[in-house]
């Protein structure tokens, strides 16, 4: 059974920093991503990692402020945000897909788990 656990979340006042992790079981994937939804918005690509090259892909809002990594021995993909702005308010999703493919990493559609989400309030 595969499961993606998202943790870290919280509130934060803007210009401060969290890190989300996720916790993945089941299976191997071959990427791994964050997606985030905002209030009335639809979900949108965040940051994605490729889990055996380590190749990273960034949304341009948070390029320069969040770093995606992994730890292959933990089966963690983390999200390190720092300068976080009350724009970055969201719910946080894990995002996986087990087969190598060709495709957009930024798209939803790409991806076949996900997680159960972790709030993230930015206030000012």
């Known amino acids: 059974q595969v499961q993606l656990v998202e943790s870290g979340g919280g509130l934060v006042q803007a210009g401060g920093s969290l890190r989300l992790s996720c916790a993945a079981s089941?299976?191997?994937?071959?990427?791994m991503a964050w997606f985030r939804q905002a209030p009335g918005k639809g979900r949108e690509f965040v940051a994605a990692?490729?889990?055996?090259?380590?190749?990273?892909y960034y949304a341009d809002s948070v390029q320069g402020r969040f770093t995606i990594s992994k730890d292959n021995a933990k089966n963690t993909v983390y999200l390190q945000m720092n300068s976080l702005k009350r724009e970055d308010t969201a719910v946080y999703f894990c995002?996986?897909?087990?087969?190598?493919?060709?495709?957009?990493?930024?798209?939803?559609?790409?991806?076949?788990?996900w997680g159960q989400g972790t709030q993230v309030t930015v206030s000012s």
């Open positions: 995002a996986a897909r087990s087969t190598v493919t060709l495709g957009s990493v930024r798209s939803l559609g790409f991806y076949g788990y």
């Open positions: 089941g299976r191997t994937f071959s990427m």
């Open positions: 990692i490729n889990w055996s090259g380590g190749s990273t």
